[in-house]
């Protein structure tokens, strides 16, 4: 990329990487954040990233942090702030052993939960203590996005910047491409269409529950209605289990859809909650084997959405499936054991490594018999795949009016994963 520089470095258990550039473009903002998302890519898992100002003509770096799960934070104040802890590492020219150019400092206040206003003051005090009246050359994260971290560069104009090509940050699933992402346009432009419009409807309404699974019932059938040549129903019967319902059904020349619809609540993470989930993705793939079964020919997609409040969806869902979530860096506060949960064998969350292969395990075996006891017991415990077709997070994870988007596909076919297939 023309204009486009980095510096990186190793850190303990991590990686530091700044981006910088944009000085003969148009719009220096929208080139930084192209350079950070072929740095980064689509997974940023455990990764921290300081966006540049939204200022389209101003110029300030990209701040790309990887691993910070893993980094050693230590208390600043163990007795007046104990739950603000602080991480500082030598910047250098050539690594570990190079010559000491300057330093970065993040500062991460543990207090989840606490008032912002008191998260930023706690942190405004140690920002103050360690830079003191260094002014010059110094880079602070402004934005605010996340009210938990702040970073801070000593010497940032005298790294060793070099040309940015086509670099991108390891990732355990990284080959050096996106090999497996999963490219739907009418689903993909239907996620972000569902959060803006949830997000506005959160937005303008007194009630304490405007939004909810009706709600995306009716979007959805106004979304379909304007592309599709056939029907569109809403909770019609399972062919294969007839007393449940499904959400929305719909046909377009000769595919049939099927879609299960989830509302993220602080429920959801209960066991009961947990299971409903499951049974959606499990009744879903055997209506497809099913009705496939009666008629050969016939074409099916199955897919499962979930959505809500970008907090709710952070902590609810999503902080099962991943250490990092978009709340704050180190969700498990060092934790180095990580248990697998059912949500993360069910559903990804990484859209360069969409696909999950389910099937009668330890973690899985209980929701398998409980599936059996509530729909036929003769059931023998088939598998089944899931697919994340997108998702759409919200621009702020902590507003609780924006609301967040994803989707999967159930039993996705070869034909689906042609680049060339056409909803």
């Not at 148009?26 to 072929?38: G, R, V, Y």
């Not at 880079?139 to 970073?151: K, L, Q, S």
Request: proline share 4%.
């Amino acid at each position: 990329m023309r204009d486009a520089a980095i510096y990186s470095q190793q850190l303990n258990g991590g990686s530091i990487a700044i981006l910088w550039g944009g000085l003969l473009t148009s719009n220096p903002s929208s080139w930084i954040k192209l350079m950070s998302m072929k740095y980064y890519g689509y997974n940023p898992h455990n990764t921290y990233i300081e966006p540049c100002s939204s200022n389209p003509i101003l110029i300030t770096p990209v701040v790309v942090i990887s691993g910070i799960n893993e980094l050693p934070f230590v208390n600043y104040y163990k007795t007046k702030l104990p739950f603000t802890k602080i991480y500082r590492h030598d910047l250098t020219i050539n690594g570990e052993k190079g010559k000491r150019i300057g330093e970065v400092v993040i500062i991460f206040d543990q207090n989840i939960g606490l008032e912002h206003e008191k998260v930023k003051q706690h942190i405004d005090e140690v920002q103050k203590a360690i830079v003191k009246k260094a002014k010059y050359n110094v880079f602070i994260d402004e934005n605010g996005d996340n009210p938990h971290v702040r970073i801070i560069v000593f010497g940032i104009e005298k790294l060793p910047f070099n040309k940015f090509d086509n670099q991108r940050i390891s990732t355990p699933y990284d080959l050096g491409q996106i090999s497996h992402e999963i490219n739907d346009e009418k689903i993909s432009e239907l996620a972000y269409i569902t959060r803006d419009w949830l997000s506005y409807m959160s937005g303008i309404t007194k009630a304490k529950k405007q939004v909810n699974e009706d709600t995306l019932r009716y979007l959805l059938c106004n979304y379909w209605e304007r592309r599709i040549s056939g029907a569109f129903i809403t909770e019609e019967n399972y062919k294969r289990f007839p007393s449940k319902e499904m959400d929305v059904k719909w046909k377009d020349g000769r595919t049939n859809y099927f879609m299960e619809i989830k509302y993220v609540s602080k429920n959801t993470d209960t066991s009961h909650e947990l299971q409903r989930i499951f049974n959606d993705l499990y009744r879903l793939s055997l209506e497809k084997e099913y009705k496939k079964h009666k008629k050969r020919t016939k074409n099916i997609r199955c897919f499962f959405v979930i959505f809500g409040p970008s907090f709710l969806f952070e902590k609810h869902l999503r902080s099962h499936t991943t250490i990092y979530t978009g709340l704050h860096p180190n969700y498990t506060f060092n934790t180095t054991t990580h248990t697998k949960h059912i949500l993360e064998e069910c559903l990804s969350f990484y859209r360069d490594e969409p696909h999950k292969a389910i099937s009668p395990n330890d973690i899985t075996r209980s929701y398998y018999d409980n599936f059996n006891t509530e729909y036929d017991n003769s059931l023998i415990h088939r598998n089944f795949t899931t697919d994340l077709l997108e998702l759409v997070l919200a621009d702020n994870a902590f507003d609780q009016k924006q609301q967040s988007v994803a989707i999967w596909e159930v039993d996705r076919d070869d034909t689906c994963m042609s680049p060339n297939y056409k909803i």
